[in-house]
C-alpha cells in the first residue's frame, strides 16, 4: 500500500468552472474533497472567458416561455456535431446540463441569467433556437470572498477605464453609436462603474463572477484550495488511479484519493511542442487568449497511465489579432459589425466574417496555402467603421494609439493600393474584392459567402443598417488593416471520457478512479461549437456527472429555485 502525505476522497485538479463544480457537488454528498491548483490564481481559463453557459432545456428558458427539450437539442446536436463524439456522451449532456444550472442555483452561491437573445451558433438549423439556449452568472461584488479575491484570476484584457459589463450589454454597447439601447446601456454602465468606484464595491462580470460565486461556494463548504501545486503524475495501483504526486512549497508530496481523481486542468494551448506534434501549422502558443497556465500536463499524466486521447488536432479557435505590449484580442462583435471584410494573401475573401469564430479559423487552415497564404488574414475597415465601432478595446471614433501604427499592429492608408501594399497583399485583388464586396452590401445580399443571412450573424449587426445589417460599403478613406491569427480560448482535445465522465483506456474499458472534464478531456461538441457556451457548459456539466458518480448518485437534491 502507498503511504501518503494527504489522503482525500476526491482530488480535483484544477480550479475552472467544471473542476470547481465538481469539488462542489462531491463535498455536498458528503465526501472529503481537496482542490490543487498549478498557476498563483485560481480560475482557470474560465476566470477570463466571458463566462457563458450553452444549457439546452433550461429552467429560465421555460420561466420564459420559450420551447425547447432534450428532443430538440438532441436534434440540433444530430446536424451540427453529428457523429463526431458518441451519442451516449451527447445525451449525458443534454439530460444533465439543465440539471446542473438547478442544482447549482438552489444549492451554491451561484444565481444565473439568460443572454436574451444571443442565437445558437446555427439557430436555421433544425432544432437550432435563434432566442439561444446561452446563460451566464448573475454579477457578484467581489468583497464578499475577502482575501480570496486577490487570488481570483484577473482578466488578461482589460475593459477601457475600468467597465465591468455582462455579455448581453456587450452586444448593446458593440451599437452605442447607432441605437437607443446602445446609448442606454453605456449610461447604465459608466453610472455603475463610477457608484463601483466611489463606494468601493469589487462589481464582477463575466466570467469571474461564476468563478467568484463558484468559489464562495466552496469556502462556505470549507473546501480546501491549495495554489501553486502542480500535478506531477497520477499514481496507479492494481490497475487503479490512486491518488497523484504534486509539488507543494518547493518539493514533493503524495495524495491520496480514496474514491477517484478528477482532472479539470484546461488544456495543452500553451504548450507549444504539443501544439506542433498535434496541431496544423502555422501553429503559435502566443495567438492563444487561453489561461496562460494551461500547459497540458493534466493532458500528458493522463496520457502516461494509457488514457485515450482525441481531438488533439482542434481548438475553441477564433481570429485573433495581436496588439504589441497587450493581451491577445479575440474578435467576436467586430466581425459582424457592417463596412468590414477579412482577406488572403491575394486580398479576397475566403469565408462569411460573421459566422461562428470557430468557423472562420477553420477556413483559414482549409484554404491556407504556400501559393495563398491565408494565415495571417487581415481585417480590412475603412473611416466609417472606426467612426461608428469598437474594435477591440478602441472605442467608435477614439484615436488609434501612436504605439499600434508605429508597430504595425494597425495599418492605415489613404488608398486601398497603398494599404495592400503595406500589407503585403496583392492590391489589385483587395480592389476588385472591395469593389465586388460593396455592390453586395449596396443591394443588401451577399452572393458569395451570405453574410447576414444567419441570425447569429445578425446578433452583432447593426439594426439601423437596412438591408442587410451586416453589410455596408467600404469607401471612406483612410482605410485600415490588422493582422488576424488563428487564436484560440483553449484546446478541444483530451482524454477520451464516457457518459460518467470516466476517462477510458486503449481498450475502450474505464481506467478506474480517473475521470476528467473541460478541456482536459475531448469535447463532447466534437470539431464544432453549438452555441455561446459550449466550452464552459460542459465543462460544468460533466464536473457535475463526475461528482455525481463517484458519490454513488447520492447528492444532495435539487432545492428551491430563486
Given at each position: 500500500?502507498?503511504?501518503?502525505?494527504?489522503?482525500?476522497d476526491?482530488?480535483?485538479?484544477?480550479?475552472?468552472?467544471g473542476?470547481?463544480?465538481?469539488?462542489?457537488v462531491?463535498?455536498?454528498?458528503?465526501?472529503?474533497?481537496?482542490?490543487?491548483?498549478?498557476?498563483?490564481?485560481?480560475?482557470?481559463s474560465?476566470?477570463?472567458?466571458?463566462?457563458?453557459?450553452?444549457i439546452?432545456n433550461?429552467?429560465?428558458?421555460?420561466?420564459?416561455?420559450?420551447?425547447?427539450s432534450?428532443?430538440?437539442?438532441?436534434t440540433?446536436?444530430?446536424h451540427?456535431?453529428?457523429?463526431?463524439?458518441?451519442?451516449?456522451?451527447?445525451?449525458a449532456?443534454?439530460?444533465?446540463?439543465?440539471?446542473?444550472?438547478?442544482?447549482l442555483?438552489?444549492?451554491?452561491?451561484?444565481?444565473?441569467?439568460?443572454?436574451?437573445?444571443y442565437?445558437?451558433y446555427?439557430?436555421?438549423?433544425?432544432?437550432?433556437?435563434?432566442?439561444?439556449?446561452?446563460?451566464?452568472?448573475?454579477?457578484?461584488?467581489?468583497?464578499k470572498?475577502?482575501e480570496?479575491l486577490?487570488?481570483?484570476?484577473?482578466?488578461?484584457?482589460?475593459?477601457?477605464a475600468?467597465?465591468?459589463?455582462?455579455?448581453?450589454?456587450?452586444?448593446?454597447?458593440?451599437?452605442?453609436?447607432s441605437?437607443?439601447?446602445?446609448?442606454?446601456?453605456?449610461l447604465k454602465?459608466?453610472?455603475?462603474?463610477?457608484?463601483?468606484?466611489v463606494t468601493?464595491?469589487?462589481?464582477?462580470?463575466?466570467?469571474q463572477?461564476l468563478?467568484?460565486?463558484?468559489?464562495l461556494?466552496?469556502?462556505?463548504?470549507?473546501?480546501p484550495?491549495?495554489l501553486?501545486?502542480?500535478?506531477?503524475?497520477?499514481?496507479?495501483?492494481?490497475?487503479?488511479?490512486?491518488?497523484?504526486?504534486?509539488?507543494?512549497?518547493?518539493r514533493?508530496?503524495?495524495?491520496?484519493a480514496?474514491?477517484?481523481?478528477?482532472?479539470?486542468?484546461?488544456?495543452?494551448?500553451?504548450?507549444?511542442?504539443?501544439?506542433?506534434e498535434?496541431?496544423?501549422l502555422?501553429?503559435?502558443?502566443?495567438?492563444?487568449?487561453?489561461?496562460?497556465?494551461?500547459?497540458?500536463?493534466?493532458?500528458?499524466a493522463?496520457?502516461?497511465v494509457?488514457?485515450?486521447?482525441d481531438?488533439?488536432?482542434d481548438?475553441?479557435?477564433?481570429?485573433?489579432s495581436?496588439?504589441?505590449?497587450?493581451?491577445?484580442?479575440?474578435?467576436?462583435?467586430?466581425?459582424?459589425?457592417?463596412?468590414?471584410?477579412?482577406?488572403?494573401?491575394a486580398?479576397?475573401?475566403f469565408t462569411?466574417?460573421?459566422?461562428?469564430?470557430?468557423?472562420?479559423v477553420?477556413?483559414?487552415?482549409?484554404?491556407?496555402?504556400?501559393?495563398?497564404p491565408?494565415?495571417?488574414?487581415y481585417?480590412?475597415?475603412d473611416?466609417?467603421?472606426?467612426?461608428?465601432?469598437?474594435f477591440?478595446?478602441?472605442?467608435?471614433?477614439?484615436?488609434?494609439?501612436?504605439?499600434?501604427?508605429?508597430?504595425?499592429?494597425?495599418?492605415?492608408?489613404?488608398?486601398?493600393?497603398?494599404?495592400?501594399?503595406?500589407?503585403?497583399i496583392?492590391?489589385?485583388?483587395?480592389?476588385?474584392?472591395v469593389?465586388?464586396?460593396?455592390?453586395?452590401?449596396?443591394?443588401?445580399?451577399?452572393?458569395?459567402?451570405?453574410?447576414?443571412?444567419?441570425a447569429?450573424?445578425?446578433y452583432?449587426?447593426d439594426?439601423?443598417?437596412?438591408?442587410?445589417?451586416?453589410?455596408?460599403?467600404?469607401?471612406?478613406?483612410?482605410?485600415?488593416?490588422?493582422?488576424?491569427?488563428p487564436?484560440?480560448?483553449?484546446?478541444?482535445?483530451g482524454l477520451?471520457?464516457?457518459?460518467?465522465?470516466?476517462?477510458?483506456g486503449?481498450?475502450?474499458?474505464?481506467?478506474?478512479?480517473?475521470?476528467?472534464?473541460?478541456?482536459?478531456?475531448?469535447?463532447v461538441m466534437?470539431?464544432?461549437y453549438?452555441?455561446?457556451?459550449s466550452?464552459?457548459?460542459?465543462?460544468?456539466t460533466?464536473?457535475?456527472?463526475a461528482?455525481?458518480?463517484?458519490?454513488g448518485?447520492?447528492?444532495?437534491?435539487i432545492?428551491?429555485?430563486p
Amino acid at each position: 500500500m502507498s503511504t501518503w502525505d494527504y489522503t482525500t476522497d476526491v482530488l480535483v485538479v484544477g480550479s475552472g468552472g467544471g473542476a470547481m463544480t465538481a469539488a462542489l457537488v462531491a463535498k455536498q454528498a458528503g465526501l472529503d474533497v481537496l482542490v490543487i491548483e498549478k498557476a498563483e490564481y485560481y480560475g482557470g481559463s474560465t476566470a477570463i472567458s466571458g463566462g457563458g453557459l450553452w444549457i439546452p432545456n433550461n429552467y429560465l428558458l421555460q420561466r420564459d416561455g420559450l420551447e425547447d427539450s432534450f428532443e430538440k437539442a438532441r436534434t440540433y446536436l444530430q446536424h451540427t456535431v453529428g457523429n463526431r463524439t458518441p451519442q451516449a456522451l451527447q445525451d449525458a449532456y443534454l439530460e444533465n446540463a439543465p440539471e446542473m444550472v438547478k442544482y447549482l442555483a438552489s444549492n451554491s452561491q451561484v444565481r444565473f441569467r439568460r443572454s436574451v437573445g444571443y442565437p445558437d451558433y446555427y439557430p436555421e438549423r433544425p432544432g437550432g433556437m435563434a432566442d439561444g439556449r446561452a446563460l451566464e452568472a448573475a454579477p457578484f461584488d467581489g468583497r464578499k470572498l475577502g482575501e480570496d479575491l486577490a487570488y481570483l484570476r484577473p482578466m488578461s484584457m482589460k475593459a477601457p477605464a475600468g467597465l465591468a459589463f455582462s455579455i448581453s450589454e456587450y452586444n448593446k454597447l458593440g451599437m452605442i453609436t447607432s441605437t437607443w439601447a446602445g446609448k442606454q446601456t453605456a449610461l447604465k454602465v459608466g453610472v455603475r462603474t463610477v457608484f463601483n468606484i466611489v463606494t468601493g464595491v469589487k462589481y464582477l462580470t463575466l466570467g469571474q463572477a461564476l468563478i467568484a460565486r463558484l468559489r464562495l461556494s466552496l469556502k462556505d463548504e470549507n473546501v480546501p484550495l491549495w495554489l501553486n501545486t502542480p500535478l506531477k503524475e497520477l499514481v496507479v495501483e492494481n490497475g487503479a488511479v490512486v491518488g497523484a504526486v504534486a509539488e507543494r512549497e518547493g518539493r514533493l508530496i503524495r495524495i491520496g484519493a480514496r474514491r477517484g481523481v478528477i482532472l479539470g486542468a484546461g488544456g495543452f494551448e500553451h504548450n507549444q511542442a504539443m501544439r506542433e506534434e498535434f496541431q496544423r501549422l502555422p501553429v503559435n502558443h502566443e495567438w492563444s487568449s487561453g489561461c496562460s497556465s494551461n500547459t497540458g500536463d493534466a493532458i500528458q499524466a493522463g496520457m502516461a497511465v494509457g488514457a485515450r486521447v482525441d481531438l488533439m488536432d482542434d481548438a475553441w479557435w477564433g481570429p485573433s489579432s495581436l496588439p504589441p505590449n497587450a493581451a491577445v484580442m479575440f474578435h467576436v462583435g467586430e466581425r459582424s459589425y457592417p463596412g468590414s471584410i477579412m482577406v488572403n494573401a491575394a486580398g479576397k475573401r475566403f469565408t462569411n466574417e460573421s459566422a461562428s469564430y470557430v468557423d472562420v479559423v477553420h477556413a483559414m487552415y482549409e484554404k491556407h496555402s504556400a501559393e495563398v497564404p491565408h494565415i495571417p488574414a487581415y481585417f480590412i475597415m475603412d473611416q466609417r467603421y472606426r467612426s461608428k465601432y469598437i474594435f477591440g478595446t478602441l472605442f467608435p471614433g477614439q484615436a488609434i494609439p501612436k504605439e499600434y501604427l508605429e508597430s504595425g499592429y494597425f495599418k492605415r492608408a489613404d488608398t486601398l493600393e497603398d494599404l495592400a501594399r503595406q500589407c503585403g497583399i496583392t492590391p489589385q485583388g483587395l480592389v476588385e474584392t472591395v469593389a465586388r464586396f460593396n455592390q453586395f452590401a449596396r443591394r443588401g445580399v451577399d452572393e458569395d459567402f451570405h453574410r447576414g443571412e444567419s441570425a447569429y450573424d445578425r446578433y452583432y449587426g447593426d439594426p439601423t443598417v437596412k438591408p442587410n445589417p451586416c453589410l455596408a460599403p467600404i469607401e471612406k478613406p483612410p482605410f485600415y488593416a490588422v493582422a488576424m491569427y488563428p487564436g484560440d480560448l483553449g484546446t478541444k482535445g483530451g482524454l477520451v471520457i464516457d457518459e460518467h465522465a470516466r476517462v477510458l483506456g486503449h481498450d475502450g474499458a474505464p481506467i478506474p478512479g480517473l475521470y476528467a472534464v473541460g478541456n482536459t478531456s475531448a469535447s463532447v461538441m466534437g470539431n464544432t461549437y453549438p452555441g455561446p457556451g459550449s466550452t464552459i457548459g460542459p465543462s460544468m456539466t460533466f464536473g457535475y456527472i463526475a461528482a455525481k458518480h463517484i458519490a454513488g448518485g447520492k447528492i444532495r437534491p435539487i432545492g428551491k429555485l430563486p
